[in-house]
């Protein structure tokens, strides 16, 4: 390395260097002289043979045999372990070397998944889809990757240029730059060479966001301030590129450009985050980042984090005090604990901590004000409680009003708005719309509000999609499209024809799939570009024809544009790839029922049952389509099981209680909507039910009850 002898330095410490390589004595960390690690079901061993680590487990037919570790992956906390188990599948081994000292608990094995009871054939096997480096891993360890997944062998023949993170993975192909570099000119002060103008000197792109950038402090608020506004996101979105929970679109990626040309984000989903946001699911740092008033004041990754070393610019706090003036922020006034204890450092408050794949601790980017009151009102985790854990969630929040005068508000003021729409609690619709509209509010949160408009058939739902179709953040366009996919028609052609043109991949994909039955109402403008949109869509699915959802994705795609023959293999296809895949077979069930083959529709959900026993969906409709059938008792057993198996879904409880009361059983009906009721006190739906069985069965006042609750839910609206 002739040039940036630091830099490369600087990286080749760094765990980007490491993220993978070849297995070796310099870079397998884990014991492999004789040790074995059991999870109470199977015992792994771990060996060396022939200059080669060997492990010796349960394969994907379930029984034990030795496979050679092909590569590391990772280095701190934990190490995994890579297996190419056949047919350029590699896989990623769920027991993992803890890389700590001792002193910390480090230095053994340990299971990715304790307590769990992991059966070859499921999903999160060490053999199964979820665990392959192919499509899970590979695109952030390595460097410039192609997947080459073949769906007619099937087989992987992915590729790298370079095994690990290298230069090229954040700032493009690097041949045009030596070229650039070598051109004889002679280099100035700066390290550019012949006084040259600042351009991208031969790189796919320039991080120059923080050129010349300082943060004065400002007085009256003891805060720094950008002295010039950040007018791109190439660093942030370059670094999401990998640390962003997103589905990957293609190969390609460009650093700099919007994730959206190659990925498509997650937003702020159930499951994956808190509703206030907090990191619930390894969501990374990406969308925390993003609802931070830190990056609205524009503040980049590199403000923080040296690019190459990947540490920190001043050790703990003292990173936060370059912005936040020590006098008034590291004070006693400020923090409100004694000094020395963990409350007086600013990651423990504002980056609450959480621990994922058993040992990796990682700080939430967000940088929010505690505010343990949310605790009480909606159960999300409070950094009060993370060290006083033997105090309640109400104890901290008193301590917080007590210090402050009063809740503390914060920058992030969406919980309510969010929590209240998982549940579809009345008013929500009105809140959602007013979380969509309010630009004092992150995109990422706006954009999930958008996104759960698609629940609502009401005028006020599409205004607030409609509102943000052509924003400038491609998150809310996205979003906005997928909300209106189901309005009517002629307003969808109207509103959607426009996106198919989009600058970003992740939206025209979004758009052509919303059009995808209505291509012959297009304009003639809009056919070209829904043809290549179409294409582009079927490509992404194609892209990652080695996943069950991709062909169950395309299998809808065909339903919808009337490909019966289309549709059938892509379904079979799916079933194919993963048999317990649930979303195939209930999808090939809606199929042939919409098709006219009822009888078909049950055979599929029976094989699906057959496949996962344990599925509430899967009875759901089997119960439905049983109904549909006249076989009565048989409908009302699924009904029962899938209302036993799927105890918090409100509807599912619903519609077996209004099974059970119109095939002869009302006194069972009625018993079965008290039971929802009591676990769902707001649903709309059971109320009415119950209030009009309640009067049929001569209860009047119950009956009067029940439409009380009705009229006080119904005027705070949907």
Request: hydrophobic share 35%; proline share 6%.
């Amino acid at each position: 390395m002739s040039c940036h002898q630091e830099v490369y330095a600087a990286w080749a410490s760094s765990q980007h260097a490491s993220a993978m390589q070849h297995a070796a004595d310099s870079t397998v960390l884990g014991n492999f002289e004789n040790a074995s690690f059991s999870d109470g079901r199977v015992t792994t061993r771990f060996s060396r043979r022939d200059g080669k680590f060997i492990v010796n487990t349960e394969g994907p037919d379930g029984t034990l045999r030795d496979y050679a570790i092909e590569y590391t992956f990772g280095l701190f906390p934990l190490q995994q372990y890579l297996i190419d188990i056949n047919n350029g599948r590699i896989q990623s081994l769920t027991v993992a070397w803890d890389s700590r000292p001792e002193a910390d608990g480090g230095q053994r094995w340990f299971s990715l998944y304790p307590g769990e009871r992991i059966l070859p054939g499921e999903s999160i096997h060490w053999t199964g889809r979820d665990q392959n480096w192919n499509f899970m891993c590979a695109e952030c360890h390595s460097t410039n990757v192609k997947k080459n997944f073949d769906p007619t062998q099937p087989r992987f023949t992915t590729s790298w240029t370079d095994i690990s993170v290298n230069c090229e993975a954040c700032h493009g192909a690097g041949s045009a730059h030596v070229a650039w570099a070598g051109d004889g000119k002679r280099e100035t002060g700066d390290g550019r060479r012949g006084g040259a103008k600042r351009g991208a000197m031969g790189l796919v792109v320039e991080f120059d966001e923080r050129d010349g950038v300082t943060w004065p402090i400002d007085p009256a608020t003891g805060v720094g301030v950008r002295s010039s506004p950040r007018r791109t996101d190439k660093e942030i979105e370059t670094c999401g590129l990998c640390h962003a929970r997103r589905a990957q679109l293609k190969d390609g990626y460009v650093p700099g450009q919007s994730l959206g040309t190659a990925e498509q984000v997650a937003l702020l989903e159930p499951g994956l985050f808190w509703p206030d946001g907090q990191m619930r699911d390894e969501v990374y740092n990406y969308a925390p980042f993003l609802q931070s008033k830190m990056y609205r004041q524009g503040v980049t990754c590199s403000d923080c984090h040296d690019p190459h070393t990947q540490k920190l610019l001043a050790p703990g706090a003292q990173v936060c005090l370059t912005c936040h003036a020590k006098e008034k922020y590291a004070a006693p006034s400020h923090d409100h604990h004694p000094a020395g204890t963990a409350g007086v450092d600013c990651v423990s408050c504002h980056m609450p901590q959480a621990t994922y794949m058993v040992i990796d601790q990682r700080h939430d980017h967000s940088f929010r004000v505690p505010r343990p009151e949310q605790t009480v009102q909606f159960g999300v985790p409070n950094t009060c409680n993370q060290c006083h854990r033997e105090q309640s969630a109400q104890w901290a929040a008193d301590q917080v009003a007590t210090w402050y005068g009063h809740a503390p508000e914060g920058y992030q003021r969406y919980a309510e708005t969010l929590n209240n729409s998982e549940r579809r609690l009345p008013g929500s619709l009105a809140r959602l719309t007013g979380l969509a509209g309010d630009t004092l509010q992150p995109a990422i949160a706006r954009a999930t509000a958008v996104s759960r408009l698609a629940g609502y058939d009401a005028p006020s739902a599409v205004s607030a999609a409609e509102a943000v179709l052509a924003d400038r953040n491609p998150l809310l366009r996205a979003a906005a499209v997928a909300a209106l996919e189901g309005i009517e028609p002629a307003d969808r052609v109207r509103l959607l024809a426009p996106r198919l043109a989009d600058s970003i991949l992740a939206v025209r994909i979004e758009a052509a799939r919303a059009l995808a039955s209505l291509e012959q109402q297009l304009p003639d403008s809009a056919k070209a570009p829904f043809g290549k949109a179409l294409q582009e869509y079927i490509d992404t699915q194609m892209f990652s024809a080695d996943r069950p959802e991709s062909w169950t994705n395309l299998a809808t795609l065909y339903a919808l544009r009337g490909d019966r023959t289309g549709a059938l293999h892509a379904f079979g296809q799916a079933i194919a790839l993963d048999s317990s895949f649930v979303p195939a077979w209930v999808n090939l069930a809606d199929f042939l029922r919409a098709t006219g083959d009822e009888t078909g529709a049950g055979a599929a959900l029976r094989e699906g049952i057959r496949k996962s026993p344990d599925n509430p969906s899967l009875h759901y409709a089997l119960g439905l389509t049983l109904i549909r059938q006249r076989q009565l008792p048989a409908a009302l057993a699924e009904l029962k099981t899938a209302a036993r198996m799927a105890p918090d879904d409100a509807h599912v409880g619903y519609v077996y209680g209004v099974a059970l009361h119109d095939t002869g059983n009302p006194q069972e009906g009625i018993r079965q909507l008290e039971a929802v009721l009591t676990r769902h006190p707001d649903d709309p739906q059971v109320l009415q039910a119950l209030a009009s069985y309640a009067r049929e069965a001569g209860d009047v006042q119950g009956s009067m009850a029940y439409s009380a609750r009705l009229q006080e839910l119904s005027a705070k609206g949907p």
